[in-house]
């Protein structure tokens, strides 16, 4: 009985530690094509991205832009965006590539799919 315990924690703090590890490549500084700079940081089980400095929109720095981020893999992230120009939130999604530096952003409207990269900030 005392096996089946140990055994069971054990796989649970594995499993854990993927997830932390999972979610901890999108958690950084990010470039968007506008000169956006967008950092996603963890907030609970999952992951916030805020914009921290803009050339044409200042007045939304600091703003949240992406919330609710769960991770599908390692590399593939889902949640909800902001367009602040529009005041409308989509569903979206983060695609990190196999490098590591670039981030593919997709945004479902309807049946449309848009997509921007950004590139991560050293």
């Not at 916030?48 to 593939?76: D, F, H, M």
């Not at 569903?91 to 049946?111: A, N, P, R, S």
Request: proline share 2%; aromatic share 14%; hydrophobic share 40%.
């Amino acid at each position: 009985m005392r096996w089946y315990f140990l055994i069971c924690t054990i796989v649970l703090l594995l499993c854990s530690i993927s997830i932390r590890a999972q979610q901890a490549d999108l958690v950084s500084k990010w470039l968007t094509p506008e000169k956006d700079t967008i950092e996603f940081f963890q907030t609970g089980k999952t992951l916030t991205g805020k914009q921290i400095s803009s050339l044409n929109y200042p007045q939304n720095n600091n703003k949240i832009i992406a919330w609710e981020l769960v991770a599908k893999t390692s590399r593939i992230f889902e949640g909800t965006v902001i367009d602040f120009r529009k005041n409308k939130t989509y569903k979206c999604q983060f695609i990190i590539d196999k490098d590591g530096t670039e981030l593919e952003m997709k945004v479902q409207w309807f049946f449309l799919t848009f997509t921007e990269n950004w590139t991560r900030v050293e």
